[in-house]
């Protein structure tokens, strides 16, 4: 589809919690250095260089193949004691300082990066989440929609994009053909953070990998391009605008986290250090700023560790009856994508939240404040 431009805007992304864009990649103990709660991540040839000056390259393979946890700070305890800080410079690709105050895992998730080895926030990933709103919005404001994501969801189909049209009308019309986004700046400032899974069935949190992650009150810059064509107006006598992007936003986010507080209120046993304390303050603030965002501001959760309610229609499904029915039909009936959303409900409500520690209080991933300018 060709399209006309109709409106350019830049977007300011802050980070209100630890945000982690995953690229697929992970380090383990022999990819890092620990040194004073920084993380040193090693550029092997420069390792290597180093281990070849010193002799040491066989005493590292027989260490690699004879250790049963190898790791590169036992390594250099061992035969390395005494190396200059020079030494470190050299072989060391990029350094994070830790976030969280105990850090139990020794594999890292690594962030999202360029080609510069920069991290940075994907269009793609804020695309993804506008759609997710907007499809949200439109279950909200008509819920006979409903049955139609109900028959999709039974029959293993993906194309909830059939909500919106006529807006996209097109054979192939899809929402990002209307919608364009680039990817954000550049982020120098990445940090590491211990993950993990607070589960409402097991009661307490249970520490899983190290992320790397977008700490808070970090911003990035993007833009955004809304698009048209003849098609589009003739149809519809105009394209999405922004301001319906705003409120979608709003509204998906308002739904997530009156959905969150509800699952954390009936974990809470009282001590102000309880993970589900620390999660429903955090939500409580969280409101607060979603009350203050002006008429082009809005609120959005990115990246890894989202949960159900953020990255589905789940949230506006919940409260249906019928989708209730098909939830307690426990394994009978439904495709892959129905048994999918089965195994991860448990009465009714999602049991895993994937929360951050940063320095000692328990964070949700994700949620960024965006602001939409005039470009």
């Known amino acids: 589809m060709s399209g006309r431009i109709l409106e350019r805007y830049r977007l300011e992304i802050t980070a209100l919690s630890p945000v982690h864009i995953g690229d697929g990649g992970r380090l383990t103990p022999l990819d890092y250095l620990e040194r004073d709660r920084v993380i040193h991540v090693i550029n092997e040839d420069g390792l290597f260089e180093e281990l070849e000056r010193r002799r040491l390259v066989n005493h590292f393979i027989k260490y690699v193949e004879s250790a049963r946890d190898a790791s590169l700070n036992e390594f250099?305890?061992?035969?390395?004691?005494?190396?200059?800080?020079?030494?470190?410079?050299?072989?060391?690709?990029?350094?994070l300082e830790m976030l969280s105050g105990k850090c139990r895992g020794k594999r890292i998730l690594t962030f999202i990066r360029n080609a510069e080895g920069k991290a940075y926030i994907p269009g793609s990933?804020?695309?993804?989440?506008?759609?997710?709103?907007?499809?949200?919005?439109?279950?909200?404001?008509?819920p006979t929609k409903i049955s139609i994501v109900l028959r999709m969801l039974a029959s293993d189909q993906r194309n909830e994009d059939i909500l919106l049209r006529p807006r996209i009308s097109e054979p192939q019309g899809d929402l990002g053909r209307l919608i364009r986004l680039s990817d954000s700046s550049p982020i120098d400032h990445v940090y590491v953070a211990q993950m993990y899974r607070a589960s409402t069935r097991l009661g307490r949190?249970?520490?899983?990998?190290?992320?790397?992650?977008?700490?808070?009150?970090?911003?990035?810059?993007?833009g955004l391009t809304l698009v048209s064509s003849k098609r589009i107006m003739r149809e519809i006598g105009g394209p999405i605008s922004v301001q319906e992007i705003v409120e979608a936003c709003m509204k998906k986010s308002r739904?997530?986290?009156?959905?969150?507080?509800?699952?954390i209120r009936k974990m809470i046993r009282g001590p102000p250090k309880d993970p589900w304390t620390m999660l429903n303050q955090f939500y409580d603030d969280l409101l607060q700023e979603l009350d203050r965002c002006g008429e082009m501001e809005a609120l959005l959760r990115i990246g890894g560790g989202q949960g159900l309610y953020s990255t589905t229609l789940v949230s506006a499904l919940i409260d249906d009856s019928n989708f209730r029915m098909m939830m307690e039909l426990g394994e009978a009936g439904g495709g892959r994508r129905l048994r999918e959303v089965r195994r991860l409900l448990s009465s009714g409500k999602p049991y895993n939240i994937k929360v951050v520690d940063v320095n000692g209080r328990f964070m949700p991933l994700g949620w960024v404040k965006v602001v939409f300018r005039e470009a």
């Open 125 to 142: 990933e804020i695309k993804g989440t506008i759609r997710t709103a907007l499809l949200h919005s439109i279950l909200e404001k008509d």
């Open 255 to 263: 739904r997530v986290i009156e959905l969150e507080r509800r699952r």
């Open 76 to 95: 250099v305890e061992k035969f390395m004691r005494g190396a200059e800080p020079r030494v470190y410079e050299c072989i060391t690709r990029y350094s």
């Open 205 to 222: 949190a249970v520490p899983l990998s190290l992320v790397e992650v977008i700490p808070q009150n970090v911003t990035a810059r993007a």
